[in-house]
């Protein structure tokens, strides 16, 4: 197992690593470029990979069930297939059809999206903060539910990522009906 975050700098997310206490590698990419290869739209993101192969895309999956109220998945069903994987190598849909079949290609916006995005990241580490907004602005309008853009710009906008903005955010993605790709066992009725 490998936890990834995508924060702006190194430190940022160094305290909650630190308070969790993994037993396992857990690397932070301030270039979002795991995002870029593995079509990260959303948090928090399970991607089953085994000996270089996906097995299990894109899904949202959680440890536990701290934020259920928020996004209406409880935690056991994927934890039970973990274990399964690693118990005895069980992995449902894990057949190459199965696996293309639930794997999103990006749209040609949100390619877009992700370049106005790695623009806005270079532009705010250059110093140029006006340019940068509006590469952001415009990245946000191409994926307007890609959480890694929209609410991983917020903190280097000076927005706070748990703030007015970011429920703003929830309330749209809300409305629109939680688009994105969902959690496999959702996609199985569990």
Do not use: C
């Amino acid at each position: 197992m490998i936890t990834v975050a995508f924060d702006q700098n190194r430190e940022d997310p160094r305290p909650y690593i630190e308070k969790a206490k993994p037993t396992h590698p857990s690397l932070i990419d301030t270039e979002h470029r795991v995002a870029d290869l593995y079509g990260i739209i959303n948090v928090s993101t399970v991607v089953w990979i085994d000996k270089g192969k996906i097995v299990r895309p894109n899904a949202i999956e959680y440890g536990s069930d701290m934020f259920t109220q928020f996004h209406g998945l409880e935690s056991a069903p994927h934890l039970a297939a973990v274990r399964a994987w690693v118990n005895d190598g069980t992995i449902e849909n894990a057949d190459a059809e199965s696996i293309k079949s639930r794997m999103m290609a990006p749209t040609a916006d949100e390619q877009l999206a992700r370049a106005e995005f790695a623009l806005a990241w270079h532009l705010s580490q250059a110093g140029n903060a006006e340019a940068a907004e509006r590469h952001y602005v415009r990245a946000g309008e191409l994926s307007p539910f890609d959480w890694t853009i929209r609410r991983g710009s917020m903190p280097i906008r000076g927005q706070n990522p748990m703030g007015p903005e970011f429920f703003e955010l929830a309330q749209e993605w809300d409305a629109a009906g939680k688009p994105g790709y969902v959690s496999e066992s959702a996609k199985r009725g569990l």
